[in-house]
């Protein structure tokens, strides 16, 4: 299994859908985890932190099944301004520290 | 408050010359990263730095590429001789201790021809 896999998209929704992305993990050891968003030509942004089974923060909601090892985005009635490349975000080794492994993305467009 | 500055902003340059990429950190923060992003690979860490020190370069291709940081507010990225494989855009970012919250700079776009 890769460190970090997610399916790469494109997902196309209308607005107001709900839209959700998985992506599995290898590192069964890691604590917390991360979506970071990236709208195209500009830098990676920390989206949303995961450190126990989810988190939510307005319209979205982050989960993770570490059983499986898998974490979830679920997007609420998308926006036009959701449409980015969504990274899912692992620390590396035991413990995390400060190295992390970026998924290649998960490219989302909302469209009218 | 500023975030983190790299410049410059876009390089061209040909192959064989010399590339310096510069950062300045967010102040306070203790940790600084330089990452690569291609199409191909993704984003990719190349080395990071705690309290100035590099702890892992494991992620620097080869021995062209180098980087400092001489003080808690500046570092360098450098490739010398640069080749046309190196195109690509170079992130820094830095975090203000242990997890997963770094803030990433605007990036540079290199190109080399």
């Known amino acids: 299994r890769k460190e970090v896999e997610q399916d790469p998209g494109p997902f196309n929704v209308p607005e107001g859908a709900t839209v959700a992305f998985n992506c599995t993990y290898s590192?069964?050891?890691?604590?917390?985890f991360f979506w970071y968003r990236q709208d195209c030509r500009k830098e990676p942004k920390l989206l949303m932190s995961?450190?126990?089974s989810g988190n939510e923060d307005g319209r979205f909601t982050a989960q993770l099944n570490r059983a499986s090892q898998y974490i979830s985005l679920l997007i609420r009635d998308s926006k036009l301004s959701d449409s980015a490349t969504y990274l899912c975000?692992?620390?590396?080794?035991?413990?995390?520290?400060?190295?992390?492994?970026f998924g290649t993305g998960t490219q989302l467009k909302v469209e009218l | 408050d500023a975030g983190v500055i790299q410049s410059p902003r876009h390089e061209v340059t040909e192959m064989g010359q010399e590339v310096t990429l510069r950062c300045k950190p967010i102040?306070?923060?203790?940790?600084l990263f330089w990452y690569r992003q291609t199409m191909m690979r993704g984003l990719e860490l190349l080395i990071y730095?705690?309290?100035?020190?590099?702890?892992?370069d494991s992620g620097m291709p080869e021995d062209r590429f180098s980087a400092k940081m001489p003080n808690a507010s500046f570092s360098t990225l450098k490739i010398q001789p640069s080749e046309p494989r190196d195109s690509a855009v170079y992130f820094c970012?830095?975090?203000?201790?242990?997890?997963?919250?770094?803030?990433f700079g605007p990036g540079t776009r290199l190109t080399v021809t």
């Open positions: 970012a830095s975090s203000p201790g242990q997890g997963g919250e770094q803030y």
């Open positions: 590192n069964s050891a890691s604590q917390s």
């Open positions: 995961v450190y126990s």
């Open positions: 975000v692992v620390p590396r080794g035991r413990g995390g520290g400060n190295k992390l492994t």
């Open positions: 102040s306070g923060h203790n940790s």
């Open positions: 730095f705690n309290n100035n020190v590099p702890i892992d």
